[in-house]
């Protein structure tokens, strides 16, 4: 039986070899550089790497750290979030099992994004392994990561793309290492396929076989090197997500799926306006009263039913009658909002004398992050302890939050990520799992929370509002100043990104001083043109609304509005907007996905009347999207993108199917949002309930073609991709509305009516 081995930083104690080495020399940093092996006796072999890397080969060992960017490179969030993760980035927990499957704990959530396939592909490289015996599960919440739990800024795959390859390989050596042992052959003269060692006289054993051999400290192996990028099979091929078929047959486990043994269904009758706590509790005993009704608690979030059915209690929390307190954006509506952010704007710098210029004014709605599965948590709270389950994408604050707002030790909290069904930012806050623990420490039962779907819509998360102002001046066909202001709704960064911003501030070339913000604003959003002067500052206004960053964060408005302006702007100089475009963009990278879809968009072929191309182009995170789309607006009120074009680069694609798909779901997120959906503030609350009301795309308003060209690998750094296919749509979508109506967009989405009768509040 293997004998249990305990992490360190579990339970307390000291765990010296996770801190960072100070100030090393570059000598000395190689060689104090450990790579631990903690190893588990027969039968099975657990792979877990810390801080350094001897047993690697000294040119991966460097690779596998991070470092600054020099001045020469533009510095951006992925980055700064990459650099946090340095000192724990080892920490992986990869177990090779005797059946010959290989078990990858992954210290981030898979919310849909993909991000299971794609690391099971790197293992499965480095092992020589077929990809259905690689097994990715969502690590607990690990205090001892430090900044190295947190899901956000497309930086998965970034951060994690060498520590996988490394802790694979590192395995795979194991196995090989065994094989020879055994065999009295050289290592040299093994080789791997498909999970066996296999010897030149014939001789083969599985990984399941070798996993107990391989477990032995005294194990000799020689240093190891992640394949050469050149050799890779299975990584840069597209390759369908191993959870696909589970999520289309209804059979992939969410968190309400879990059959936690007591846990009764809960849902909270919530208060009229955002953030009002109860004042009283007026038919408590009849509410009681009522079939399958189980227990009633007030907390700071409502008024919680428990029920023997979901169904019953929402039947108990829909008969509650309460008196409330006020909330803290009681008299706020879309049209206060938008006053307060247009006097927020900063003002300009540069005055429009002498030269030529344009102008822009633009306002975007709240959105709601409205993933298909509601905010929810399961909770069994003790005297002594708690355990937590829920889709959550910042683990560590959360386990630390929870056990502080309960009053227990932190390490008596547990805290089990699940999969959760799409987040695009709202998971980043762990909400629903720190009321369920309130709800059962007050009912002094195991609960299973449920947020209803217009819970979810006016009291949870949304895009901040945003307005936007932005002067270009040009003369002799350059452009002299570009110079945008942008007032927002303060965006909550409480989550645990502030934190990380705090603690690398000091390295940061933006320096300490400003906002998270101001912070993650100028690490995120970029110009990727030549515009002489150019400008992109940031106001908030600390309205007390629920935000959470929302998909691209800053840069989907941000540069959506810069898009339009650049069209606007060519115009202004009498020039097409792609050669516009074509002329004072900065970076190859972004010319060439520009050209592309130019190309494959077949850009400034003749439309019928009513119907025009847009074109757009974004980066971030090291990577580089353009889109052009086609636009049916012969009815400017019913418009549809007919066909969209994106060429998308990311330095090396590891899953270019699951890249498609990113961009598939950015460009369906910017046909929503820059033309039909937001949400309508009304007395302090959303009046948007349900998605019969909050008008995201449907099938109908989804372009019957769609082409994603994914650029070859070229060498470069890894980039990001869950971000970075929303600003350009935007743009392009836009373009494409004033191109084919002639009427020049402003506030989005372009089409905004209360065309429903909102729920009851």
């Not at 042992?181 to 001789?203: F, H, I, K, Y």
């Not at 007030?298 to 008024?303: A, I, K, L, N, P």
């Not at 929870?402 to 709202?426: C, D, M, W, Y």
């Not at 932005?470 to 202001?485: C, K, N, S």
Request: hydrophobic share 40%; proline share 7%; net charge neutral.
């Amino acid at each position: 039986m293997a004998s249990p081995v305990t992490r360190p930083g579990e339970h307390g104690e000291a765990a010296p070899d996770d801190a960072p080495d100070h100030a090393p020399d570059e000598q000395s940093r190689v060689g104090r550089r450990r790579f631990l092996t903690y190893l588990v006796a027969a039968p099975t072999l657990t792979v877990a790497t810390k801080l350094s890397f001897d047993a690697l080969a000294p040119a991966a060992a460097e690779a596998a750290v991070p470092t600054l960017p020099q001045p020469a490179d533009i510095l951006d969030l992925g980055d700064v979030l990459t650099l946090s993760c340095a000192p724990t980035s080892g920490m992986l927990v990869l177990e090779v099992t005797t059946g010959g499957h290989v078990r990858l704990q992954l210290p981030r959530a898979e919310v849909g994004q993909g991000i299971n396939t794609a690391s099971a592909m790197l293992v499965a490289e480095e092992m020589d392994l077929p990809l259905e015996m690689v097994d990715v599960v969502l690590s607990d919440a690990r205090p001892e990561l430090l900044f190295n739990q947190l899901t956000g800024g497309s930086n998965t795959i970034r951060s994690l793309y060498g520590p996988i390859r490394s802790a694979a390989a590192t395995a795979r050596a194991r196995m090989v290492a065994a094989a020879g042992a055994q065999w009295n052959v050289p290592v040299s003269r093994l080789s791997t396929r498909d999970g066996l060692v296999r010897a030149p006289d014939g001789r083969k054993a599985s990984y399941g076989e070798l996993a107990g051999p391989a477990s032995r400290a005294a194990l000799p192996v020689a240093p190891v090197q992640p394949k050469a990028e050149s050799a890779h099979t299975l990584v840069g091929t597209p390759t369908s997500r191993k959870d696909a078929l589970a999520m289309v047959t209804g059979k992939q486990v969410y968190t309400l799926d879990l059959d936690i043994p007591g846990a009764m269904p809960v849902m909270v009758r919530r208060p009229p306006t955002i953030n009002g706590t109860v004042k009283k509790v007026n038919n408590e005993a009849a509410v009681r009263a009522m079939p399958g009704i189980i227990d009633l608690a007030v907390v700071s979030t409502g008024v919680a039913v428990m029920a023997e059915t979901f169904g019953q209690a929402l039947d108990g929390k829909n008969a509650l009658d309460v008196t409330w307190n006020a909330g803290t954006v009681d008299s706020e509506d879309n049209a206060s909002i938008r006053k307060k952010l247009q006097a927020a704007a900063l003002p300009f710098v540069v005055p429009p004398l002498l030269t030529q210029y344009v102008d822009g004014e633009f306002d975007f709605a709240f959105v709601s992050h409205a993933p298909m599965e509601s905010n929810s948590a399961v909770a069994d709270v003790r005297e002594d302890s708690a355990t937590i389950w829920a889709g959550l994408k910042s683990p560590i604050v959360a386990k630390q939050t929870i056990a502080q707002e309960l009053g227990l030790p932190e390490n008596k909290v547990t805290v089990h990520v699940q999969q959760g069904g799409g987040s695009f930012g709202r998971r980043l806050f762990f909400d629903a799992a720190l009321e369920a623990a309130h709800i059962s420490q007050a009912m002094k039962k195991p609960v299973r929370l449920m947020w209803s779907r217009i819970d979810d819509m006016r009291h949870g998360r949304a895009r901040a509002a945003s307005h936007h102002k932005i002067r270009a001046t040009f003369a002799l066909g350059q452009v002299l100043t570009f110079e945008h202001r942008v007032a927002s709704v303060e965006t909550d960064w409480g989550h645990g990104l502030g934190e990380i911003l705090t603690a690398f501030a000091a390295k940061l070339p933006v320096g300490g001083n400003l906002s998270f913000a101001q912070t993650v604003f100028l690490l995120t959003v970029k110009s990727p043109y030549n515009f002489g002067v150019t400008t992109q500052l940031l106001n908030e206004v600390p309205l007390k609304f629920h935000t959470s960053a929302w998909r691209s964060v800053y840069s989907a408005n941000t540069r959506g509005a810069e898009e339009i302006m650049v069209d606007e702007i060519a115009a202004k100089l009498g020039k097409d907007p792609l050669e516009f475009r074509r002329e004072f963009i900065k970076e190859p990278r972004q010319k060439a996905v520009l050209d592309k879809v130019a190309e494959l968009g077949e850009w400034g072929k003749k439309m019928p009347k009513g119907f025009a191309q847009g074109i757009a182009v974004h980066g971030e995170y090291k990577s580089y999207a353009a889109c052009l789309v086609q636009m049916d607006a012969r009815d400017p009120k019913n418009p549809r993108v007919t066909k969209a074009t994106i060429a998308v680069d990311v330095g090396k694609p590891v899953n270019p199917r699951g890249l498609q798909s990113q961009m598939l779901g950015g460009l369906t997120d910017a046909i929503s949002t820059t033309l039909t959906a937001g949400l309508h503030i009304d007395k302090g609350l959303p009046l948007e309930g349900s998605y019969s009301q909050f008008h995201y795309a449907r099938q109908k308003n989804s372009p019957p073609e769609v082409n994603v060209f994914v650029m070859p690998a070229n060498g470069g750094d890894i980039g990001g991709a869950g971000e970075l296919g929303l600003p350009a749509p935007v743009g392009a979508i836009a373009n494409a509305y004033a191109r084919a109506t002639g009427i020049k967009p402003r506030s989005f989405p372009i089409n905004f009516p209360v065309d429903f009768d909102p729920f009851p509040r």
